[in-house]
Structure formats: structure tokens, C-alpha cells
């Protein structure tokens, strides 16, 4: 068992295409950002296990001794096919919550638990420890938060029980796991996502854990080789959504209306495959006309999206503002409501278009979130010397 300090990071994510689809066997591009997730994991012997959310008012803490007498044989080992909605019922009961929370303080409660009940299920006995998690990223925005926060606590949790080495060296300011740790972290990550969300695609958690850009299809992975420059306005709409909810009431339209959502799904597809050929032509020399076409897949993908019926109004209005600039946007993420992103052109000089009077649109969070071949230094998943200052953000007060 891990006897010292252990800090840990990842990054949230930008879905380019895909969105919903990809839930459904189809192929989405996302990327990491620069807006990263931090834990902090703290060994001690006091027989008790802590978990401290500041950025969300979370702060519990249990017995050891009280876990170590539960009934855990429901629990999965990390089979993404182990995690039943059952289980999540049988979780809310070994934490004392009512069985219609939903609300994302209960869940990533409910996340924590099952990780850590999971993976310590392997020592003798069950480590005692405090967790602390802040982040950069705003909860429920569609910037993969909670795949983040999944993310890390698989990596610390994983360390800290030695079911994986920490990689971090001598001298080194931050330490990554081999590709083979990598997988082991997101497949667990996965299983936190799944309590939170249900039946999430699995591609936030990925872009949280290898970091850079990816084309992602029911699991399988790959990086977008040489991405072009791309500059993106991010902008947060400030307006709350479960991410839950939109994909089941997907799903439901899908049932209810096969021989047209169908269709939409496979379009999206097809939107996300020309793209990935347009960023790849772009790496070589980007002409305006390659800007054109992504302008035009933003608008066709956007439409996609309002049929499905995870639009929002806040959306549609940052898009009427934004168009009314000259500049193409969508919704990212889960959609209604949360972030939208905005394609700049190279020349394009950086509009106060979120501050357009009337609209009540909110200055975007990043300003603007750089697509670039700089995105590889976006890495993911990474454990950090907890002396180096410059990967520590002010850890924000639990407000009660």
C-alpha cells in the first residue's frame, strides 16, 4: 500500500463530432483541454477514508471498519460488462442515499465509493486514506468533468493499491503510465462513468486518460495523426443539464422513430469521417476552402443535433449571435444546454460576440481553446510531484 503523498491530473475534453452517435456505434473526434481535474490522495492509519469535493460542497468520510462488514460481492472487477443498474441500487443503499438521487453530489459519492470499494477489494484490508478533488472544469457543461474526476480516481486508487506502479521518476515534474497502465486506468474510469451516467459512450474517459486528440468507435482508439492549427472560442452557457437524461431520451426517439433517427446517426457519422479527412489534408497546407467545409459540417451538425432533440434555446442563441459574425457554431457535449463551441479562421481577430448586448450569453471559460499540434502537450492522465507548485490551483472552500 502506498505510503506517501500522491497527486494526480487529468483533462477535460471537446467533442468536434460525434455527439450521441457515438453511443450508438458511431465515430466521434474529441480532444483533450487544457482545463484539467487535480487529486490529491493522502495515506494514513486513522481507520477512516475521506473524501473532500470542494468544488461541489461534498465532504463525507467513513469507518473502514464499517465498510470492511459490508457485503461487496455485487461489486464488478473492472469488466465493462460487470456494472448493472442493480449494482448502482444496491450502492445507494451501502451509502445510505435514497434511491431517486440523481443529483451529481450523490453520484460522484456514489462514483468514489464503488471505486474504492472495488479496486481495494484486494488487500487485506481496506486502505484508510482522505481524497480531495478540485477542478478547473464546470460541472455538468458537456467538458467530460465527470469522466475527469473518474479518471483520476482510478489512477490514484489503482497506485495506491500498487495494482499499477507510479510512474513518476526522481527529478521529473510529472510521471506517466505505460499504454498497458493506461488501460487497466480507463477501464475502471469507464465503470465511474457508467454510475454517473448510466450508459455513457466512453469516449470522455478515453480523452481524459491519453489526453491529445482522438477518433474514438465503440472502444476502439486512435490519435489524429499531425492536427492541423486550429483555433476554437469555447463558451459556456451556463445552463444545467444531465447528461443522463439527454442520451436515454435519444435513445427513446431512436425507438420511437427508427426509420428517422436512424438516418440522423448515420449522417453524424458521415459528418465525423469527413472531417477527420479535412483535418488531415489540413496538416499538410489548410487553403480556405478547407475552413469552408468544417464551417459547413458545424452548421450541418448542429441542425443534426436540434432533430435529435438535445438542443436549447441558449444554444440556438449563441448561434445566431455567433452567425451574425460570420463565425459557425454547435453545441458540444451532451448538449442541451452547457458549452457551445466557435470555429475561428486564422485571420479572424477574437470577437466580444459572448458579450453581445441583449443576448446574455457568458464570457467563454477559454478564450479560445488552441486545436493545435500544441493539443499533444494536453496530455492526459499524469501524476505530478506535489511539491511543484505550478500544478497546484487554489483548492476552493467546502461551502455548507
Known sequence: MLSEVLLVSAPGKVILHGEHAVVHGKVALAVALNLRTFLRLQPHSNGRVGLNLPNIGVRRAW???????????????GDSAALTAKHVEKLKEVAGFPKDCVDPEHLAVLAFLYLYLSICQSQRALPSLDITVWSELPTGAGLGSSAAYSVCLAAALLTACEEIPNPLKDGEAAGRWTEENLELINKWAFQGERVIHGNPSGVDNAVSTWGGALRYQQGKISSLK?????????????????????????????????????????SIDAISLECERVLGEMAAAPTPEHYLTLEELIDMNQHHLNALGVGHASLDQLCQVTTAHGLHSKLTGAGGGGCGITLLRPDSRRRNVCREPGTGLVPPISLPAKLSTSLRNNQGIVTIYHHRHHYQPCIPAVTS
Do not use: M, W
Not at 64 to 75: G, H, I, M, N, P
Not at 230 to 238: C, E, G
Open 226 to 266: 499531425r492536427p492541423p492549427v486550429l483555433k476554437i472560442l469555447l463558451i459556456n452557457t451556463k445552463v444545467p443539464r444531465s447528461t443522463k437524461v439527454l442520451v436515454a431520451n435519444v435513445r427513446s426517439r431512436l425507438l420511437k422513430f427508427p426509420e428517422i433517427v436512424a438516418p440522423l446517426l448515420t
Open 63 to 77: 469507518d473502514v471498519a464499517s465498510l470492511q462488514l459490508l457485503d461487496t460481492s455485487f461489486l464488478g472487477h
